[in-house]
Nanobody, 124 residues
């Protein structure tokens, strides 16, 4: 089973940037991947996704224009570049294989297991 490991989280000031990585134990060539986040006391929510080819991407309205998802299949890695971070972006971020990257990220269907997540803290 494909295992994913998230990394790249940390503490950043408002307005700062982070790049998260989602690295797979095996090839990602045929997998669409989604990024999700969960803040304390809130449900996990979809943030962004990318199709297996990279040709299709989707974003939550709250991150459009600030976050960019990309992938490097040669490195079995999907990235989430996060710019202009806000306090409300603070959460544990997870990546997971999804059935498809199509339509609103609120409707993403996870088809694989969750990783341990990576903590993003936005604070001055």
């Amino acid at each position: 089973q494909l295992q994913l490991v998230e990394s790249g989280g940390g503490l950043v000031q408002p307005g700062g940037s982070l790049r998260l990585s989602c690295t797979a134990s095996n090839t990602l060539d045929y997998s669409s991947i989604g990024w999700f986040r969960q803040a304390p006391g809130k449900e996990r929510e979809g943030v962004s996704c990318i199709s297996s080819s990279g040709g299709s991407t989707q974003y939550a309205d709250s991150v459009k224009g600030r976050f960019t998802i990309s992938r490097d299949n040669a490195k079995n890695t999907v990235f989430l570049q996060m710019n202009s971070l806000k306090s409300e972006d603070a959460a544990v971020y997870y990546c997971a294989r999804i059935l498809r990257c199509l339509g609103p990220v609120s409707g993403l269907i996870v088809s694989g297991s969750w990783g341990q997540g990576t903590q993003v803290t936005v604070s001055s």
